[in-house]
């Protein structure tokens, strides 16, 4: 084992801690979940956060934020360049929606296409220091691209395992080039996670990487302090495609940390928004209950068709803590809106990341509130548009293109 040999040591300003019972991690668990409850855990941040060290700090990535990172200033990143995707304003889209401070953060720009490398490098940093012989994940694609991706450039061993048959193959393409071990199974992401969990109990050298590691979330949380810095506010509402729930929550945690160190004064109001044949997040909020897993959920938005999402109730306490809520849309809305975002805006995403911005028509916001869309997930990975170009008989048919798109003397000349 590498450094600290697995201990966590309490004198570095950070600590994990049990989301249900309070108690506090002594040593990694291979499982991440608490001994004590079984509950998830997280880190937990005690050290005073600064604005100046915040937002002046340098470094690869989101590494620039490491002051609010659970590191040893000494530790060198696993990095890739992720973190610092633009935030794009979307006066196109939003005109239509009547909504003029409408805005997308493109967290598909990342290295491997998704917000996932976000939480990877964190995640693969500290396996790297606690000296793992191999990186485990389940995955309905991006996270085993990423992990694939972040696991080659520290020189582990990455197996993953994905749902048989529901996975773009995109995804599955990247992890493959990647070098990862790649293993399908029968059934949805729900078992494939199943089957890692019983992996790492079987292997103590395996270290798991689902967004269960809290870790994870610590990397995805730096979202929240680029979108603060690149808006120069906070955000009245951040809407986000919800799968495992993993984002929601580390996004929420970034938040608070920033009002919680003085930083800023206010939140923005959380939105989850759910495919409807994949929506157990949405149906536990408005029913105000317990989340109950579905068994097969169904949608065209692979990334977020998931039934027992690991994380529901840090991402349940994000919505009703900030006075968001949870909605669903279809797989027919998913896809209207991905295309609008492609021919009205330049920008293409994933069906997940779609969602989003479907739920904007029912949301109802006010004409000039703020508002940002995490677009998770690059559409190159999972392109559906597979019309066929037109055929043109020869090279001399300039004239008749000009003559398909209406001429410039017809439609804009003086
Ligand atoms: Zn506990």
Redesign the pocket.
């Known amino acids: 084992m590498g450094e600290d040999a697995g201990l966590l040591s309490k004198s570095k300003g950070w600590r994990i801690v049990?989301i249900?019972?309070g108690?506090e991690a002594e040593t990694e668990r291979p499982d991440s979940k608490?001994k004590?409850?079984?509950?998830l855990l997280e880190v937990s941040i005690s050290a005073k956060l600064e604005a100046r060290a915040l937002f002046e700090g340098r470094g690869p990535g989101i590494w620039r934020f490491g002051a609010a990172l659970p590191f040893n200033s000494g530790t060198t990143p696993i990095s890739l360049g992720e973190g610092g995707t633009p935030l794009v304003r979307l006066e196109n889209v939003g005109g239509g929606l009547g909504l003029v401070n409408l805005y997308a953060k493109n967290d598909g720009q990342n290295p491997t296409g998704s917000f996932k490398d976000r939480g990877m490098t964190v995640a693969v940093t500290r396996a790297k220091a606690l000296g793992v012989r191999a990186l485990v994940c389940a995955s309905t694609g991006n996270t085993a691209a990423s992990l694939a991706a972040y696991g080659a450039k520290a020189g582990i061993k990455t197996v993953v395992v994905v749902p048989k048959n529901g996975v773009a193959s995109g995804k599955l393409g990247q992890a493959f080039s990647y070098g990862a071990r790649v293993f399908g199974v029968g059934g949805s992401f729900d078992d494939a996670l199943r089957l890692v969990l019983d992996l790492v109990k079987v292997d103590k050298g395996f270290y798991l990487v689902n967004s269960l590691n809290p870790f994870r979330i610590e990397g995805q949380k730096v979202a929240a302090f680029e979108i603060y810095e690149q808006l120069g506010r906070v955000p009245d509402f951040l809407v986000l495609p919800v799968g495992n729930a993993g984002n929601i929550s580390a996004i929420w945690k970034g938040f608070k940390e920033l009002r919680a160190n003085g930083i800023t004064r206010s939140v923005p109001k959380m939105i989850g928004v759910q495919a409807e044949g994949a929506a157990p997040l949405a149906k536990a909020f408005v029913s105000r209950r317990k989340l109950e897993p579905l068994k097969e959920p169904h949608t065209v938005a692979s990334a977020i068709k998931i039934g027992n999402p690991v994380s529901w109730k840090k991402a349940l306490r994000a919505i009703e803590e900030s006075g968001g809520t949870a909605l669903t849309v279809s797989d027919d809305e998913i896809m209207k809106a991905r295309s609008e975002l492609g021919a009205l805006e330049g920008l293409l995403v994933e069906a997940a990341s779609a969602a989003p911005f479907a739920a904007l028509r029912k949301l109802k916001f006010q004409k000039s509130v703020n508002v940002v869309c995490v677009a998770t997930g690059n559409g190159l990975k999972d392109l559906a548009d597979h019309r066929s170009e037109q055929t043109i008989e020869s090279v001399d048919s300039a004239r008749s293109i000009v003559a398909s798109i209406g001429s410039a003397e017809a439609g804009c000349g003086p």
């Open positions: 049990c249900n019972c108690k608490c004590y409850c079984g509950d």
